[in-house]
């Protein structure tokens, strides 16, 4: 019977301290997993929605960067005027035509001189038109 107590006992403490002992390493294991759900990349710029709409002038500035760039769509389009704000979609559409159309313009580039598969001042351009309207997809 005693030894039967004495190995319920030992049994007893043995779970406790092992218990005692994962507890704080699944723990730190459960942090680590939290913060490494979060992809984070050196270098990258967090993402922001799209505001509802955007400035007039943003939009003819970026207008001029792209036709300055080549753009023949941007060239064409026409200036804004009489209004503050226009929606959204107005720069996105500009943003994605001219990229659309510097990829074609550029497909026989080399690859080591593109970037997203237009040249690098195309690409340049097209990030600096969508930084002045402030969109960040299109």
Known sequence: ?????????????AAGAIATAVAPASASASAAVSVSDAHVVAGAHSV?????????????QARSTLANAGSQTAAKSHPIHGKV????SYGTS?????????RQTDRNLPPKDKKSDMSIPHYNAI???AKTMGIDKW
Do not use: Q, W
């Not at 704000?85 to 959204?88: G, H, N, Q, R, S």
């Open 48 to 60: 922001v929605p799209n505001p509802k709409t955007i400035k007039a002038a943003a939009y003819n």
């Open 1 to 13: 019977m005693k030894l039967l107590v004495r190995t319920g006992l030992a049994v007893a403490v």
């Open 127 to 129: 990030h600096s038109a």
């Open 94 to 102: 500009l943003l994605a035509a001219a990229r659309d159309e510097f």
């Open 85 to 88: 704000d226009v929606p959204v």
